[in-house]
Every structure is written in structure tokens, then in C-alpha cells.
């Protein structure tokens, strides 16, 4: 299974980004996909996640109404649509894959497979 993220990149305060990761090498019918970001000297927080089976979907508090994720399930594409970008905002974004079932309302699930981080800067 191979997970590639792009879409990152130096943006202004308020500015927008759109993050993509497309999933290769599996074919299941449940599955999630989920955004996790580390910023420099923080630990890995959560981001928000999507159900390729319902649709539902799971947000941090820090990103809601700001950040929107959606999915391609004919692509098995994730994207992070963030708006109102802040300078907290500024991390190493990962797309990550779960395995199963999952209904956004249970939080993050626990992650079967992880691709490599797009880095997002937010600065003036």
C-alpha cells in the first residue's frame, strides 16, 4: 500500500491550501482516511477523517469550519480543503490509512498505513 500526499506549500495568514493523498495498492470496501500534522517540536495531533463507505466524517476542534475533507472513492483520493490558514496551522501533514469499518462520530481510528508528510507554512 503506498500513500502519496502533496498540495503543500508557504501560505499567507488567511490564506487557503489544498492537501490531496491518493491510496494505492489495496482494494477494500471499508475503509477511512485520515489527516494528521506535526508541527516542529510538537507531537503528531489529529486532524480530521472520512469514511469511504458513508461519508461521515470526524474533525479536531482546532480545524473546524476552517478545514473540509472530502474523498474520490473512484480515485481512492483524500482531499484537505483549509481555509482561514493561521500560523499555528504550520506543521507536517500526513495522510493516513485505516482498514475496516469506521463512522466519523468514533474519532480517529487506530491507522493501518502512513505516507510521507507535505509540509504546510503559514507565515507573512
Known amino acids: 500500500v503506498q500513500l502519496q500526499a502533496s498540495g503543500g506549500g508557504l501560505v499567507q495568514p488567511g490564506g487557503s491550501l489544498r492537501l490531496s493523498c491518493a491510496a494505492s495498492?489495496?482494494?477494500?470496501?471499508?475503509?477511512?482516511m485520515c489527516w494528521f500534522r506535526q508541527a516542529p517540536g510538537k507531537e503528531r495531533e489529529g486532524v480530521s477523517c472520512?469514511?469511504?463507505?458513508?461519508?461521515?466524517?470526524y474533525y479536531a476542534d482546532s480545524v473546524g469550519g476552517r478545514f473540509t475533507i472530502s474523498r474520490d472513492n473512484a480515485k481512492n483520493t483524500v482531499y484537505l480543503q483549509m481555509n482561514g490558514l493561521k500560523p499555528e496551522d504550520t506543521a507536517n501533514y500526513y495522510c493516513a490509512l485505516h482498514i475496516g469499518y469506521y463512522r466519523g462520530s468514533w474519532g480517529y481510528p487506530r491507522m493501518d498505513y502512513w505516507g510521507k508528510g507535505t509540509l504546510v507554512t503559514v507565515s507573512s
Open positions: 472520512i469514511s469511504f463507505s458513508d461519508d461521515s466524517t
Open positions: 495498492g489495496f482494494t477494500k470496501d471499508y475503509y477511512a
